[in-house]
């Protein structure tokens, strides 16, 4: 074959792929079908949910083809039981409630975690800050904020100072 004719092969395969026949569109019900294909594509994992909503709302994969809301109303027991088997009991206070991958709950990693590297202290005797204990009290606060305790982020004088990494910042100024 000459170069000319593999030249022409290919410009007539590069129209058919582009969805040209020989220099013409193809017809217009083609193009619905790319919008069908489209609509397939945006549909949700789990589907639609079952009660006819407008406009229609996804449905969760564990709720058996409802949204949360429906099924929350429909299957009360059910929905219950789902959100007892989600709360976790915190390794340091032992209250339950949501709880990060490390097993404490927010106000413990809050209140005994270190500024700078994030590390929870599980020390029950660690020192609490002796400066913003009682405000936070009086704010709502569920934990004693410690006192600065890691040994790798901080330094001996601020260990014995006993405030936290806050009140120790005012404290200097």
Not at 28 to 57: F, I, M, Q, V, Y
Not at 82 to 109: E, L, M, W
Not at 144 to 163: F, K
């Amino acid at each position: 074959m000459t170069r000319w004719v593999v030249f022409a092969i290919i410009v007539l395969c590069s129209f058919f792929l582009q969805g040209f026949e020989c220099g013409k569109a193809l017809p217009s019900n083609s193009k619905s079908k790319s919008a069908k294909d489209k609509d397939r594509l945006s549909e949700p994992a789990a589907g639609w949910c079952r009660t006819k909503h407008k406009p229609p709302k996804a449905a969760q994969s564990s709720f058996d083809g409802y949204c949360k809301a429906c099924f929350k109303a429909k299957h009360p027991r059910l929905y219950a039981a789902t959100q007892k088997c989600r709360k976790k009991i915190c390794k340091f206070c032992n209250k339950a409630g949501d709880t990060s991958a490390d097993g404490f709950c927010r106000p413990c990693v809050r209140a005994r975690s270190c500024d700078v590297c994030r590390v929870v202290s599980t020390n029950v005797f660690a020192n609490p800050c002796t400066s913003c204990n009682k405000r936070r009290g009086k704010l709502g606060a569920t934990q004693n904020m410690l006192a600065l305790w890691c040994l790798t982020c901080t330094t001996v004088d601020e260990r014995a100072s006993s405030l936290c990494r806050r009140c120790y910042k005012l404290d200097r100024r």
